[in-house]
Protein backbone atom coordinates (compact mmCIF):
# COMPACT_ATOMS: atom_id res chain seq x y z
CA UNK A 1 0.00 0.00 0.00
CA UNK A 2 0.95 3.52 -0.69
CA UNK A 3 1.32 5.90 2.09
CA UNK A 4 1.31 9.43 1.53
CA UNK A 5 4.11 11.16 3.64
CA UNK A 6 3.64 13.81 5.65
CA UNK A 7 6.48 16.26 6.06
CA UNK A 8 7.69 18.70 8.55
CA UNK A 9 9.43 21.66 6.22
CA UNK A 10 12.32 23.33 7.79
CA UNK A 11 13.68 26.44 6.29
CA UNK A 12 16.89 27.61 7.99
CA UNK A 13 19.17 30.72 8.28
CA UNK A 14 22.01 30.96 10.07
CA UNK A 15 20.84 29.64 13.56
CA UNK A 16 16.76 29.74 12.82
CA UNK A 17 14.07 28.32 11.63
CA UNK A 18 12.45 31.02 8.89
CA UNK A 19 9.09 31.74 7.03
CA UNK A 20 8.17 34.37 4.22
CA UNK A 21 5.79 34.24 1.01
CA UNK A 22 6.72 33.56 -2.03
CA UNK A 23 10.37 33.10 -0.13
CA UNK A 24 11.05 36.55 0.66
CA UNK A 25 9.97 38.49 3.64
CA UNK A 26 11.65 36.28 6.14
CA UNK A 27 10.42 35.77 9.49
CA UNK A 28 12.17 34.02 12.19
CA UNK A 29 10.13 31.79 13.91
CA UNK A 30 12.01 28.95 15.63
CA UNK A 31 14.57 26.90 16.81
CA UNK A 32 15.56 24.13 14.45
CA UNK A 33 15.76 21.92 16.90
CA UNK A 34 13.06 22.65 19.19
CA UNK A 35 10.78 22.99 16.12
CA UNK A 36 12.37 19.42 14.81
CA UNK A 37 11.46 17.71 17.90
CA UNK A 38 7.33 18.77 18.27
CA UNK A 39 6.68 18.22 14.70
CA UNK A 40 8.70 14.34 15.10
CA UNK A 41 6.87 13.64 18.57
CA UNK A 42 3.58 14.96 16.87
CA UNK A 43 4.29 12.03 14.25
CA UNK A 44 5.56 13.51 11.20
CA UNK A 45 6.49 11.34 8.84
CA UNK A 46 9.66 13.07 7.58
CA UNK A 47 12.12 16.10 8.01
CA UNK A 48 13.10 18.14 5.35
CA UNK A 49 15.88 20.59 5.96
CA UNK A 50 16.85 23.11 3.46
CA UNK A 51 19.52 26.31 4.25
CA UNK A 52 17.83 29.09 2.35
CA UNK A 53 21.37 30.90 1.87
CA UNK A 54 23.67 28.26 1.49
CA UNK A 55 23.92 29.03 -2.10
CA UNK A 56 24.65 32.70 -1.87
CA UNK A 57 27.92 31.46 0.77
CA UNK A 58 28.83 28.48 -1.29
CA UNK A 59 28.76 26.54 1.64
CA UNK A 60 26.14 23.81 3.56
CA UNK A 61 25.18 25.37 7.33
CA UNK A 62 23.10 22.16 8.20
CA UNK A 63 25.67 19.39 9.10
CA UNK A 64 25.89 20.80 13.18
CA UNK A 65 22.26 20.98 12.73
CA UNK A 66 21.72 17.41 11.63
CA UNK A 67 24.31 16.13 14.13
CA UNK A 68 22.22 17.58 16.90
CA UNK A 69 19.20 16.14 15.86
CA UNK A 70 19.86 12.80 14.98
CA UNK A 71 21.49 12.11 18.89
CA UNK A 72 18.36 12.96 20.43
CA UNK A 73 16.26 9.76 19.23
CA UNK A 74 15.04 10.98 15.86
CA UNK A 75 13.29 7.80 14.48
CA UNK A 76 12.15 8.92 10.97
CA UNK A 77 13.85 10.01 7.82
CA UNK A 78 15.66 13.49 6.77
CA UNK A 79 16.11 15.17 3.68
CA UNK A 80 18.70 17.92 3.60
CA UNK A 81 19.25 20.54 0.71
CA UNK A 82 21.19 24.03 -0.14
CA UNK A 83 24.55 24.82 -0.62
CA UNK A 84 25.04 20.86 -2.02
CA UNK A 85 27.88 21.32 -4.97
CA UNK A 86 29.35 18.24 -5.25
CA UNK A 87 29.53 14.63 -4.09
CA UNK A 88 31.58 15.35 -1.00
CA UNK A 89 29.18 17.54 0.14
CA UNK A 90 26.38 14.24 -0.55
CA UNK A 91 29.11 12.32 1.48
CA UNK A 92 29.32 14.58 4.06
CA UNK A 93 25.65 15.43 5.15
CA UNK A 94 24.39 11.83 4.35
CA UNK A 95 27.23 10.77 7.43
CA UNK A 96 26.05 13.71 9.54
CA UNK A 97 22.84 11.81 9.98
CA UNK A 98 20.62 12.72 7.01
CA UNK A 99 18.89 9.65 4.59
CA UNK A 100 18.21 12.19 1.30
CA UNK A 101 20.54 14.96 -0.39
CA UNK A 102 18.03 17.82 -1.76
CA UNK A 103 19.97 19.43 -5.17
CA UNK A 104 18.78 22.19 -6.98
CA UNK A 105 21.78 25.01 -7.84
CA UNK A 106 24.24 22.39 -8.60
CA UNK A 107 22.08 20.65 -10.68
CA UNK A 108 20.99 23.44 -12.89
CA UNK A 109 25.09 24.27 -13.25
CA UNK A 110 26.44 20.71 -13.69
CA UNK A 111 23.55 18.08 -14.67
CA UNK A 112 26.16 15.43 -14.77
CA UNK A 113 26.16 15.67 -10.87
CA UNK A 114 22.74 14.28 -10.71
CA UNK A 115 23.97 11.22 -12.56
CA UNK A 116 27.08 10.70 -10.95
CA UNK A 117 25.16 10.86 -7.58
CA UNK A 118 22.89 8.51 -8.45
CA UNK A 119 25.08 5.99 -8.94
CA UNK A 120 27.26 6.06 -5.98
CA UNK A 121 24.15 7.26 -4.12
CA UNK A 122 21.83 5.65 -5.30
CA UNK A 123 18.88 6.82 -6.83
CA UNK A 124 16.63 6.62 -4.03
CA UNK A 125 18.84 9.07 -2.05
CA UNK A 126 19.40 12.05 -4.66
CA UNK A 127 16.25 14.50 -4.53
CA UNK A 128 16.04 17.10 -7.45
CA UNK A 129 14.63 19.95 -5.98
CA UNK A 130 12.71 22.62 -7.89
CA UNK A 131 11.52 26.01 -7.18
CA UNK A 132 8.85 26.54 -9.44
CA UNK A 133 7.80 30.01 -10.90
CA UNK A 134 4.64 30.37 -13.06
CA UNK A 135 5.51 32.10 -16.82
CA UNK A 136 2.12 31.62 -18.41
CA UNK A 137 -0.51 29.24 -19.36
CA UNK A 138 0.65 25.86 -18.47
CA UNK A 139 4.31 27.29 -18.36
CA UNK A 140 6.83 27.04 -15.20
CA UNK A 141 10.28 28.27 -14.82
CA UNK A 142 12.78 26.81 -12.75
CA UNK A 143 14.65 28.94 -10.46
CA UNK A 144 17.60 28.31 -7.91
CA UNK A 145 18.88 30.70 -4.83
CA UNK A 146 15.96 30.33 -3.31
CA UNK A 147 13.36 31.86 -5.84
CA UNK A 148 15.94 34.75 -6.87
CA UNK A 149 17.54 33.34 -9.87
CA UNK A 150 15.94 32.66 -13.29
CA UNK A 151 17.40 29.70 -15.35
CA UNK A 152 15.44 29.58 -18.55
CA UNK A 153 14.63 26.28 -17.68
CA UNK A 154 11.39 24.29 -18.28
CA UNK A 155 9.97 22.95 -14.88
CA UNK A 156 8.43 20.21 -16.43
CA UNK A 157 11.12 19.86 -19.47
CA UNK A 158 13.85 19.97 -16.36
CA UNK A 159 12.04 17.59 -13.96
CA UNK A 160 11.79 14.59 -17.18
CA UNK A 161 15.32 15.19 -18.16
CA UNK A 162 16.25 14.94 -14.05
CA UNK A 163 14.52 11.42 -13.76
CA UNK A 164 16.46 10.16 -16.94
CA UNK A 165 20.15 11.16 -15.46
CA UNK A 166 18.87 9.26 -12.37
CA UNK A 167 16.90 11.55 -10.00
CA UNK A 168 14.71 9.11 -7.19
CA UNK A 169 12.79 12.03 -6.07
CA UNK A 170 11.45 15.28 -6.74
CA UNK A 171 10.57 18.31 -4.58
CA UNK A 172 8.63 20.40 -6.06
CA UNK A 173 7.79 24.16 -4.65
CA UNK A 174 5.50 26.56 -5.71
CA UNK A 175 7.27 29.86 -5.37
CA UNK A 176 4.28 31.54 -6.57
CA UNK A 177 1.83 29.85 -3.80
CA UNK A 178 4.41 29.85 -0.93
CA UNK A 179 3.44 30.42 2.29
CA UNK A 180 0.61 32.54 0.60
CA UNK A 181 -2.33 30.11 2.02
CA UNK A 182 -4.00 30.04 -0.98
CA UNK A 183 -3.79 26.12 -2.00
CA UNK A 184 -1.36 24.55 -3.76
CA UNK A 185 -0.78 25.27 -7.34
CA UNK A 186 -2.61 21.98 -8.19
CA UNK A 187 -2.13 22.57 -12.20
CA UNK A 188 1.72 22.95 -11.84
CA UNK A 189 1.56 19.24 -9.55
CA UNK A 190 -0.30 17.80 -12.50
CA UNK A 191 1.80 18.86 -15.26
CA UNK A 192 4.95 17.31 -13.51
CA UNK A 193 3.53 14.39 -11.82
CA UNK A 194 1.54 13.39 -15.29
CA UNK A 195 5.07 12.54 -16.69
CA UNK A 196 7.46 11.52 -14.11
CA UNK A 197 7.20 7.62 -12.62
CA UNK A 198 9.35 9.24 -9.74
CA UNK A 199 8.15 10.02 -5.94
CA UNK A 200 6.94 13.89 -6.24
CA UNK A 201 6.51 15.91 -2.94
CA UNK A 202 4.79 19.03 -3.01
CA UNK A 203 5.63 22.13 -1.33
CA UNK A 204 3.71 25.26 -0.99
CA UNK A 205 0.26 26.99 -0.53
CA UNK A 206 -0.76 24.78 2.26
CA UNK A 207 -3.50 27.14 4.47
CA UNK A 208 -6.12 24.62 5.70
CA UNK A 209 -6.97 21.34 5.89
CA UNK A 210 -9.10 21.40 2.85
CA UNK A 211 -5.99 22.04 0.93
CA UNK A 212 -4.22 19.07 1.66
CA UNK A 213 -8.07 17.32 0.94
CA UNK A 214 -7.82 19.08 -2.33
CA UNK A 215 -4.94 17.86 -3.45
CA UNK A 216 -4.78 14.07 -2.52
CA UNK A 217 -7.52 13.36 -4.93
CA UNK A 218 -3.97 13.14 -6.54
CA UNK A 219 -3.06 9.48 -6.06
CA UNK A 220 0.60 10.32 -7.85
CA UNK A 221 1.45 12.98 -4.87
CA UNK A 222 3.51 10.88 -3.07
CA UNK A 223 4.24 13.63 0.13
CA UNK A 224 2.99 16.86 0.98
CA UNK A 225 6.37 19.33 2.98
CA UNK A 226 4.17 21.86 5.51
CA UNK A 227 5.67 24.99 7.15
CA UNK A 228 3.62 27.46 7.29
CA UNK A 229 -0.10 25.37 8.76
CA UNK A 230 2.35 24.29 11.27
CA UNK A 231 5.00 26.98 11.99
CA UNK A 232 1.94 29.21 12.82
CA UNK A 233 -0.13 26.89 14.49
CA UNK A 234 -3.01 26.48 12.62
CA UNK A 235 -3.05 22.68 12.68
CA UNK A 236 -1.20 19.84 14.65
CA UNK A 237 -0.03 16.84 12.91
CA UNK A 238 -2.25 14.82 14.94
CA UNK A 239 -5.16 16.85 13.82
CA UNK A 240 -4.28 16.82 9.99
CA UNK A 241 -4.00 13.03 10.18
CA UNK A 242 -7.02 12.48 11.66
CA UNK A 243 -8.95 14.53 9.27
CA UNK A 244 -6.76 13.10 6.14
CA UNK A 245 -7.31 9.35 7.69
CA UNK A 246 -10.90 9.78 7.76
CA UNK A 247 -11.00 10.67 4.06
CA UNK A 248 -8.38 8.81 2.54
CA UNK A 249 -8.21 5.83 5.02
CA UNK A 250 -4.78 3.67 4.34
CA UNK A 251 -3.33 6.44 2.26
CA UNK A 252 -1.98 8.42 4.95
CA UNK A 253 0.20 6.95 7.78
CA UNK A 254 -1.33 6.68 11.15
CA UNK A 255 0.27 8.45 14.16
CA UNK A 256 2.67 6.01 16.02
CA UNK A 257 3.84 6.19 19.65
CA UNK A 258 6.37 8.58 20.07
CA UNK A 259 7.08 8.18 23.73
CA UNK A 260 9.69 5.89 23.55
CA UNK A 261 11.89 4.98 26.49
CA UNK A 262 15.12 3.66 26.57
CA UNK A 263 15.90 0.61 27.05
CA UNK A 264 19.03 -1.18 28.97
CA UNK A 265 21.02 -3.33 26.64
CA UNK A 266 24.33 -2.80 28.43
CA UNK A 267 25.72 -5.94 27.66
CA UNK A 268 24.90 -5.58 24.50
CA UNK A 269 28.29 -4.76 22.08
CA UNK A 270 27.54 -3.79 18.35
CA UNK A 271 29.77 -3.34 15.81
CA UNK A 272 28.80 -1.20 12.18
CA UNK A 273 31.23 -1.31 9.39
CA UNK A 274 32.19 1.79 8.18
CA UNK A 275 32.82 1.39 4.47
CA UNK A 276 32.18 4.90 3.38
CA UNK A 277 29.24 5.12 2.05
CA UNK A 278 26.47 5.21 4.59
CA UNK A 279 24.72 6.59 7.33
CA UNK A 280 26.32 5.62 10.08
CA UNK A 281 25.09 8.35 12.71
CA UNK A 282 21.68 6.60 12.53
CA UNK A 283 21.93 3.14 13.01
CA UNK A 284 24.65 3.90 15.87
CA UNK A 285 22.12 6.41 18.04
CA UNK A 286 18.89 4.37 17.45
CA UNK A 287 21.24 1.23 19.06
CA UNK A 288 22.70 3.67 21.60
CA UNK A 289 19.15 4.84 22.55
CA UNK A 290 18.35 1.04 23.36
CA UNK A 291 21.59 0.77 25.96
CA UNK A 292 24.00 -0.82 23.61
CA UNK A 293 27.65 -0.37 23.25
CA UNK A 294 28.36 0.74 20.01
CA UNK A 295 31.61 1.33 17.55
CA UNK A 296 32.35 1.62 14.32
CA UNK A 297 34.63 -1.00 12.28
CA UNK A 298 36.34 -0.78 8.97
CA UNK A 299 39.57 -3.45 9.55
CA UNK A 300 39.72 -7.03 9.07
CA UNK A 301 40.44 -7.38 12.62
CA UNK A 302 38.19 -5.34 14.19
CA UNK A 303 35.43 -7.63 12.35
CA UNK A 304 36.81 -10.30 13.54
CA UNK A 305 36.95 -9.61 17.32
CA UNK A 306 33.54 -8.24 17.13
CA UNK A 307 30.37 -9.54 19.02
CA UNK A 308 27.90 -8.60 16.52
CA UNK A 309 28.34 -6.95 13.07
CA UNK A 310 25.66 -4.59 11.25
CA UNK A 311 26.45 -3.47 7.78
CA UNK A 312 23.90 -0.83 7.32
CA UNK A 313 23.75 0.94 3.60
CA UNK A 314 22.54 3.99 1.20
CA UNK A 315 23.90 3.69 -1.94
CA UNK A 316 24.29 2.05 -5.30
CA UNK A 317 25.51 -1.97 -5.03
CA UNK A 318 28.40 -1.76 -7.04
CA UNK A 319 29.83 0.98 -5.08
CA UNK A 320 29.26 -0.86 -1.95
CA UNK A 321 31.06 -3.76 -2.99
CA UNK A 322 34.11 -1.96 -4.54
CA UNK A 323 34.35 -0.46 -1.64
CA UNK A 324 34.26 -3.31 0.64
CA UNK A 325 36.43 -5.13 -1.69
CA UNK A 326 39.27 -2.57 -1.59
CA UNK A 327 38.89 -2.26 2.66
CA UNK A 328 39.28 -6.07 1.82
CA UNK A 329 36.17 -5.97 4.36
CA UNK A 330 34.41 -8.46 1.83
CA UNK A 331 36.33 -11.39 3.36
CA UNK A 332 36.37 -10.07 6.80
CA UNK A 333 32.43 -10.01 6.74
CA UNK A 334 32.41 -13.61 4.86
CA UNK A 335 34.59 -15.08 7.63
CA UNK A 336 32.61 -13.48 10.75
CA UNK A 337 29.55 -14.63 9.51
CA UNK A 338 30.65 -18.49 9.11
CA UNK A 339 31.29 -18.14 12.75
CA UNK A 340 27.98 -18.08 13.92
CA UNK A 341 27.79 -14.55 15.71
CA UNK A 342 24.62 -12.71 15.20
CA UNK A 343 24.55 -10.50 11.72
CA UNK A 344 22.31 -7.65 10.42
CA UNK A 345 22.28 -6.22 6.96
CA UNK A 346 20.56 -3.15 6.46
CA UNK A 347 18.80 -2.09 2.79
CA UNK A 348 22.03 -2.11 0.82
CA UNK A 349 23.40 -3.98 3.70
CA UNK A 350 20.82 -6.64 3.20
CA UNK A 351 21.29 -6.52 -0.67
CA UNK A 352 25.20 -7.23 -0.68
CA UNK A 353 24.39 -10.41 1.04
CA UNK A 354 22.93 -11.59 -2.30
CA UNK A 355 24.65 -13.46 -4.98
CA UNK A 356 24.48 -10.89 -7.84
CA UNK A 357 22.45 -7.52 -8.31
CA UNK A 358 21.26 -6.02 -11.66
CA UNK A 359 21.86 -2.64 -10.47
CA UNK A 360 23.62 -0.56 -13.01
CA UNK A 361 24.52 -3.69 -15.04
CA UNK A 362 25.23 -7.03 -13.36
CA UNK A 363 27.78 -7.32 -10.40
CA UNK A 364 28.90 -10.03 -7.96
CA UNK A 365 27.81 -9.56 -4.10
CA UNK A 366 28.96 -11.15 -0.99
CA UNK A 367 26.96 -14.46 -1.67
CA UNK A 368 26.36 -15.48 1.52
CA UNK A 369 22.51 -15.97 0.50
CA UNK A 370 21.65 -17.63 -2.40
CA UNK A 371 19.34 -15.17 -4.74
CA UNK A 372 19.54 -11.49 -6.63
CA UNK A 373 18.47 -8.38 -6.31
CA UNK A 374 16.33 -7.10 -8.99
CA UNK A 375 14.59 -3.83 -10.08
CA UNK A 376 11.07 -2.78 -9.61
CA UNK A 377 9.39 -3.78 -12.87
CA UNK A 378 8.78 -0.62 -14.65
CA UNK A 379 5.11 0.12 -16.32
CA UNK A 380 4.33 4.08 -17.20
CA UNK A 381 0.66 2.89 -17.41
CA UNK A 382 0.76 2.32 -13.65
CA UNK A 383 1.53 5.92 -13.06
CA UNK A 384 -1.88 6.64 -13.24
CA UNK A 385 -2.41 4.48 -9.61
CA UNK A 386 0.44 7.05 -8.04
CA UNK A 387 3.29 3.86 -8.72
CA UNK A 388 6.57 5.39 -8.20
CA UNK A 389 10.13 4.14 -8.39
CA UNK A 390 11.72 4.44 -5.90
CA UNK A 391 9.75 3.25 -3.47
CA UNK A 392 10.01 5.82 -1.22
CA UNK A 393 7.97 6.06 2.70
CA UNK A 394 5.95 3.76 4.99
CA UNK A 395 4.62 0.32 3.78
CA UNK A 396 3.72 -2.61 5.96
CA UNK A 397 5.43 -5.83 6.83
CA UNK A 398 4.11 -9.07 7.19
CA UNK A 399 4.63 -12.38 8.12
CA UNK A 400 6.08 -15.35 5.61
CA UNK A 401 6.71 -17.72 8.24
CA UNK A 402 5.93 -17.75 12.14
CA UNK A 403 8.24 -14.72 13.72
CA UNK A 404 8.59 -16.70 17.70
CA UNK A 405 12.22 -16.76 18.13
CA UNK A 406 13.25 -14.02 15.29
CA UNK A 407 14.14 -10.34 16.30
CA UNK A 408 10.28 -9.78 14.92
CA UNK A 409 8.98 -11.47 17.58
CA UNK A 410 7.58 -8.79 19.58
CA UNK A 411 6.41 -6.60 16.26
CA UNK A 412 3.05 -6.59 15.32
CA UNK A 413 2.55 -7.99 11.92
CA UNK A 414 0.48 -5.48 9.56
CA UNK A 415 2.86 -2.81 11.39
CA UNK A 416 4.29 0.12 9.49
CA UNK A 417 8.12 0.57 8.37
CA UNK A 418 10.17 3.30 5.85
CA UNK A 419 11.43 2.36 2.92
CA UNK A 420 13.43 4.07 0.45
CA UNK A 421 14.87 1.70 -2.58
CA UNK A 422 14.71 0.73 -6.32
CA UNK A 423 15.88 -2.72 -6.06
CA UNK A 424 14.54 -5.37 -3.94
CA UNK A 425 16.35 -9.23 -3.31
CA UNK A 426 14.43 -11.95 -4.68
CA UNK A 427 16.12 -15.20 -2.03
CA UNK A 428 16.35 -18.24 -4.24
CA UNK A 429 14.73 -19.94 -0.98
CA UNK A 430 11.53 -19.23 0.35
CA UNK A 431 12.89 -20.45 3.48
CA UNK A 432 14.93 -17.41 3.78
CA UNK A 433 12.12 -15.30 3.84
CA UNK A 434 10.78 -13.91 6.84
CA UNK A 435 8.27 -10.83 6.29
CA UNK A 436 7.09 -9.65 3.30
CA UNK A 437 5.68 -6.15 2.04
CA UNK A 438 3.33 -5.48 -1.46
CA UNK A 439 3.95 -2.42 -3.63
CA UNK A 440 0.95 -2.14 -5.52
CA UNK A 441 1.00 -6.11 -7.67
CA UNK A 442 4.42 -6.88 -6.68
CA UNK A 443 5.35 -8.62 -2.91
CA UNK A 444 9.03 -8.79 -2.12
CA UNK A 445 11.11 -9.82 0.82
CA UNK A 446 11.10 -7.06 3.19
CA UNK A 447 12.71 -8.78 6.34
CA UNK A 448 15.14 -12.23 5.74
CA UNK A 449 16.92 -14.37 7.67
CA UNK A 450 19.22 -17.43 7.53
CA UNK A 451 20.39 -19.00 10.23
CA UNK A 452 22.66 -16.56 12.26
CA UNK A 453 22.25 -13.96 9.28
CA UNK A 454 19.36 -11.00 9.38
CA UNK A 455 18.71 -8.87 6.91
CA UNK A 456 15.93 -5.44 6.77
CA UNK A 457 15.20 -3.89 3.35
CA UNK A 458 13.93 -0.97 5.23
CA UNK A 459 15.74 0.97 7.65
CA UNK A 460 14.57 0.00 11.06
CA UNK A 461 16.73 2.81 12.82
CA UNK A 462 14.21 5.22 10.95
CA UNK A 463 11.10 3.31 10.94
CA UNK A 464 9.51 4.76 14.61
CA UNK A 465 8.32 2.07 17.27
CA UNK A 466 8.42 -0.28 14.93
CA UNK A 467 12.29 -0.09 13.79
CA UNK A 468 13.01 0.53 17.91
CA UNK A 469 11.58 -3.07 18.15
CA UNK A 470 13.30 -4.60 15.91
CA UNK A 471 16.31 -3.40 16.87
CA UNK A 472 15.08 -4.61 20.28
CA UNK A 473 15.20 -7.84 18.99
CA UNK A 474 18.78 -7.75 17.55
CA UNK A 475 20.25 -7.23 21.03
CA UNK A 476 18.26 -9.63 22.64
CA UNK A 477 19.65 -11.89 19.92
CA UNK A 478 22.99 -10.88 20.62
CA UNK A 479 22.91 -11.20 24.25
CA UNK A 480 21.62 -14.60 23.82
CA UNK A 481 24.69 -15.55 22.20
CA UNK A 482 27.19 -17.00 24.25
CA UNK A 483 29.86 -15.03 25.61
CA UNK A 484 32.29 -13.60 23.19
CA UNK A 485 35.32 -11.58 23.82
CA UNK A 486 34.48 -7.74 24.74
CA UNK A 487 35.47 -4.41 23.20
Known amino acids: MKRTRII ?14 QLEGLRVVGNPNQLARKYYQDGADELLYIDIVASLYNRNNLTHIIEETTKHGFFVPITVGGGIRSLEDIKTILRS ?45 AYTDNGREKTGLDVVTWAQHAVRLGVGEILLTSVDRDGTKLGFDLELVKAVTDVVLVPVVISGGAGTLSHLEEC ?33 DGRINPQDERNYTVSNFLNANVSIVDYGLCNLRSVRNAFEWLGATVRFVSTHEE ?25 GLDV ?16 LGMQLLMDRSYEFGEHAGLGLIEGEVIRFKEDPALVVEGYSI ?14 KGTILEDVTPG ?31 SVLKKENIYGCQFHPEKSGQTGLGILKGFLQFVTSTPSLPRF
Request: aromatic share 10%.
Open 8 to 21: ARLDVKGPNVVKGI
Open 97 to 141: GADKAAINTAAVKNPDLLREASRIFGSSTIVLSIEAKKTGPGKWE
Open 216 to 248: LQDKKIDGIALGTLLHYNQTTIPQLKAFLINRF
Open 303 to 327: IKEADSLVLPGVGAFQEGMRNLKER
Open 332 to 347: AIKEYVKGGKPFLGIC
Open 390 to 403: PHVGWNSIEPDRDW
Open 415 to 445: SGAYFVHSYCVRPKSDQYVLAKTRYFDQEFC
